[in-house]
């Protein structure tokens, strides 16, 4: 079956590079896209970006210049970087499978990051 | 970027009773919206996509209409399990999601 899980450091000092990996089973990368979702602690969601099936990437403009999105495929891994850390990066930050109809349908159970010196 | 604006904030509701959330879009995007369902400190799953087309196993007193730019969401016999969090999300030109509505107990 579909699953998603995202692994990473629970707490960042600001102007650190967080690193996240999403891991991916019953599916291939090479088929769908995966998008990472955040969610600042008692706040709503917030896309932040995607790489295609094809392997290009796409980005919200408001993280647009601190965030990277890559891949392994070979490991069916997804991998999210993004620099300059602040406080307000803190919050839980979800992987997703993309599906067709702009949807995400399966969801990791998120990784829960804190940002503070 | 497309914005999307979702309404009410907060609604507070009976068990049994019929809602109604509303999310606007600021462009056509072309059905494609989707809404889920979010419970505290729960993963948000997939209710409806494509506007009006429901995930499989989502409860038929589940339902969503519309096109172009305006798209509701309608949950016809609140049950208990109903109360949460429910976001829209647009997938036409990349994504946006809409602010969210707390759905209360009255």
């Known amino acids: 079956q579909v699953q998603l899980e995202e692994s990473g450091p629970g707490l960042m000092q600001p102007s650190e590079t967080l690193s996240l990996t999403c891991t991916v089973s019953?599916?291939?990368?090479?088929?769908?896209?995966v998008g990472w979702v955040r969610q600042p602690l008692g706040k709503g969601l917030v896309w932040m970006g995607t790489i295609w099936a094809g392997g290009s990437t796409n980005y919200n403009s408001a993280v647009q210049s601190r965030l990277s999105i890559s891949r392994d495929t070979s490991k069916s891994q997804v991998f999210l970087k993004m620099n300059s850390l602040q406080p307000e990066d803190t919050g839980t930050y979800y992987c997703?499978?993309?599906?067709?109809?702009?949807?995400?349908?399966?969801w990791g159970q998120g990784v829960m990051v804190t940002v503070s010196s | 970027a497309i914005q999307v604006t979702q309404s009410p904030t907060s609604l507070s509701a009976s068990l049994g009773d019929r809602v109604t959330l509303t999310c606007r879009a600021s462009q056509d995007i072309n059905n494609k919206m989707a809404w889920y369902q979010q419970k505290p400190g729960e993963v948000p799953q997939l209710l409806i996509y494509y506007a009006s087309t429901l995930q499989s196993g989502t409860p038929s007193r589940f339902s969503g209409s519309g096109s172009g730019t305006d798209f509701s969401f309608t949950i016809s016999h609140l049950q208990s399990e109903d109360f949460a969090t429910y976001y829209c999300l647009q997938g036409y030109s990349l994504f946006t999601f809409g602010s969210g509505t707390k759905l209360e107990i009255k």
């Open positions: 019953g599916f291939s990368l090479t088929s769908n896209g």
């Open positions: 997703a499978r993309y599906y067709y109809s702009g949807i995400f349908d399966y």
